[in-house]
């Protein structure tokens, strides 16, 4: 079943990717959509025992740890070194399964109808299920070589699909971003791995943790680095929080995720929900016993999550593209995982990863059909009023809203949307770690959960409420000065008679009056993951957070529960509780206020602080600073240093140099092909003259 579940998405993309030509668009999407439909069904079947029975299926107890091993074969064999290719699966892979099978079959079933049209779909389906199964080779690895063949399969496969419009330029540059940034944090992440062995000895995960644990008596080894000494462990758990980092778009490693939206919105909800920007979550919570080894490791981890979590905030406040606002969204909450981590509480930011899932899916797959319904309009400037139009959306889009602003009432362990539970767990973490680097995190949090819950409710004010506005604004495109900020706040449609109901180029007017609602296909997984926003939380709550004997019976040793943390934030002061709850309602409150009741106040606001309003509109001028480091230099290198050294020498000097001469010889020796019968005999002639010459010198013939 194990193998089921790991190689089923493998099946359907080499099917769909060398056969869809052949059998057609419709049997790819429904050999890859039903092949996922099972691996997720499977996946339930081995989660469920975990979650309810009392333990993994089949499992052996490996000191303090439920795990169970499926070897597929022997890999490689080097000296001492038999590394067998096996298959992990504990309570944390069990989770990662159900939350990345679950997700991915919801999105293939959505593809069928957000996809039809598309004449590439095969293609598209095959990537979708090569994604999946590079995930899955990530999350059931049983060594740091196994997981560095899924950490790299899921960049490649994400690759493939933001660029899958390849035509477009601005997917080609996505693409090629994504693949480059990701680049520079697996360079950290490869040189973690060789660290790890190096001083641990051991590739596979059970004998890092064994030799680990051994330090605690033995002491922490020290690394010698250009004269400096210093703590092995600290420096490998860096390098291997540098690849998370890239991986999971946090701070500094940003850039990548925003653009990343260029690909088809089903790619949005696939990458940015449950997958690969979790991947970096996943990876620290797996190797948590040797981040446990580092407390200056898990400062930075929780530092760099809380900055993340505060700065993609303040993007997303005055983001325009609907999707691009659900992906600041994303990387925001992947910086609360990471506090979570960094605090020590390894369940927490697991409960918000699987939580995440559900209600970040459906916001991107709503989205999807709003973009749907509207004939692939983005700018929510150019929306409005739709909620009329698409009622079931907007309600999906509703409970989603919902569910990541984090509603509930504190102190109840039942009565909240998911995003409530495990976003107020990790805000309670942050706090109880104390100092001043957990009152920097719990404060950045808070601010966060503020500025979440008004850019949520400002792209469900801009998008469903009010009246449509007009798309064209007269003839031109919508602009993100503040002095066309207003645009943002107009209450009524500007029409115009000359509107195209069927061009490129239609106005908001004919696309707001042809808009409907999606198939039942693209329908139905809202629904499924609308019932995980709402029950994820309470039904799970227990054990992730509640009690700490709950939690370390359901975990069983797949990551470090560490009791003094948890228990430190039960016991949190009230005012702590009820914080993420008074910023939600704020926020709520602010953006009812700028949007419904007074809209003419966005617009006022912006043009009173262009300066701000630029600054976060161009978000925190990350690209233009990246791009004046370290793209420029790379260019004007190439370009003036490399390629005049490359013409120079290689072309001038070597390639067409050497070309030159043997064209000159050649030419001299086509001279002497006359064409004559007399030139030919002449020349055997001196040959056998100079033979016999050589022969009598020689003393052959005397």
């Known amino acids: 079943m194990i193998q089921a579940i790991v190689f089923l998405p ?22 890859t959509t039903g092949l996922l439909l099972i691996s997720a069904v499977l996946s339930w079947v081995v989660f469920l025992p975990v979650a309810f029975g009392g333990g993994l299926m089949g499992a052996e107890v490996e000191g303090h740890t439920a795990v169970l091993k499926v070897e597929v074969m022997r890999w490689i064999q080097v000296g001492d070194m038999d590394l067998r290719w096996v298959l992990r699966v504990d309570t944390l892979t069990a989770i990662m399964l159900v939350v990345v099978n679950t997700v991915s079959s ?27 199964f590079a995930m899955l080779m990530l999350v059931t690895a049983d060594n740091f070589l196994q997981m560095f063949f899924g950490w790299e399969g899921v960049g490649l496969a994400s690759y493939l699909l933001i660029g899958f419009w390849y035509t477009r330029p601005s997917a080609n540059a996505a693409a090629m971003k994504a693949f480059v940034v990701n680049r520079v944090g697996d360079f950290g992440f490869a040189l973690g791995i060789f660290g790890a062995f190096m001083v641990l000895g051991h590739i596979d995960f059970d004998g890092a943790f064994h030799a680990a644990e051994e330090f605690a008596t033995t002491g922490l080894p020290v690394m010698q680095f250009l004269g400096w000494q210093l703590d092995a462990m600290t420096v490998i758990c860096l390098l291997l929080f540098m690849g998370a980092m890239g991986k999971s778009a946090q701070f500094l490693l940003h850039t990548w995720l925003p653009d990343a939206m260029e690909g088809p919105t089903p790619v949005s909800a696939l990458i940015h929900a449950a997958t690969m920007v979790t991947a970096g979550v996943f990876m620290v919570a797996r190797l948590s016993p040797l981040f446990e080894t580092s407390p200056f490791a898990l400062t930075v981890v929780l530092v760099i999550g809380a900055i993340t979590a505060f700065f993609a905030a303040t993007v997303g406040l005055v983001q325009n593209d609907i999707k691009r606002v659900i992906a600041y969204s994303t990387c925001s909450q992947l910086g609360y995982m990471f506090v979570a981590l960094g605090a020590g509480a390894y369940s927490a930011g697991v409960f ?12 991107f797959l ?27 959306t907007y309600a999906m ?85 503040p002095a066309h900020a207003a645009l943002e706040s107009h209450d009524e449609p500007i029409n115009d008679s000359n509107a195209d109901d069927h061009g490129d180029h239609a106005h908001h007017g004919s696309a707001y009056d042809h808009a409907h609602e999606s198939p039942n296909v693209m329908l139905v997984p809202l629904y499924v993951l609308a019932a995980g926003a709402v029950l994820a ?31 430190a934030a039960h016991h949190v002061p009230l005012w702590v509780k009820w914080s993420a709850t008074i910023a939600m309602i704020a926020g ?31 978000k925190w001028y990350f690209d233009e600073l990246y791009d004046t480091i370290f793209v420029r230099p790379a260019l004007w290198i190439g370009r003036a240093f490399w390629k005049g050294f490359d013409d120079w020498l290689i072309d001038e000097r070597l390639s067409e140099g050497l070309g030159r001469r043997v064209q000159n010889v050649t030419s001299w020796v086509v001279k002497l092909q006359s064409g004559y019968l007399y030139h030919y005999a002449f020349a055997m002639l001196i040959g056998i003259a100079a033979l016999l010459t050589w022969a009598i010198a020689a003393g052959g013939l005397i």
Request: charged share 15%.
């Open 10 to 31: 493998l099946i359907g993309a080499l099917i769909a990717g060398l056969l869809g030509r052949t059998i057609g668009h419709r049997p790819s999407e429904y050999i």
């Open 106 to 132: 919801l999105v293939h079933v959505y593809s069928i109808g957000y996809m039809a049209e598309d004449p590439h779909r095969s293609r598209f389906f095959a990537y979708l299920s090569l994604f999946t």
């Open 352 to 363: 918000h990863l699987f939580t995440h899932a559900f209600f970040k899916a459906l916001l």
């Open 366 to 392: 709503g989205a999807g059909a709003v973009i749907h319904a509207m004939h692939h309009e983005q700018d929510m400037r150019n929306m409005g009023g739709l909620r009329k139009k698409i009622p079931i």
């Open 397 to 481: 889009m509703l409970i989603g809203t919902l569910a990541l602003t984090g509603v509930g009432i504190p102190g109840s362990t039942f009565l909240g949307f998911a995003g409530f539970f495990s976003k107020d767990s990790i805000i309670e973490a942050a706090y109880a770690v104390g100092g001043n680097t957990g009152m920097f995190a719990f404060w950045l949090l808070v601010i966060a959960a503020l500025f979440t819950s008004f850019y949520s409710w400002r792209l469900i004010h801009l998008t469903f409420h009010g009246s449509p506005r007009d798309a064209q604004h007269h003839g031109e495109g919508p602009h993100p000065d």
């Open 537 to 567: 939380g309470a039904v799970f709550y227990g054990m992730f957070f509640h009690e700490v004997e709950h939690i370390e019976h359901f975990f069983a040793g797949s990551i470090v529960v560490d009791h003094e943390i948890i228990e």
């Open 588 to 618: 709520f409150v602010t953006a009812w206020y700028m949007y419904i009741r007074r809209p003419d106040v966005p617009g006022k606001l912006a043009a009173t602080n262009p300066g701000l309003y630029r600054f976060l509109l161009n």
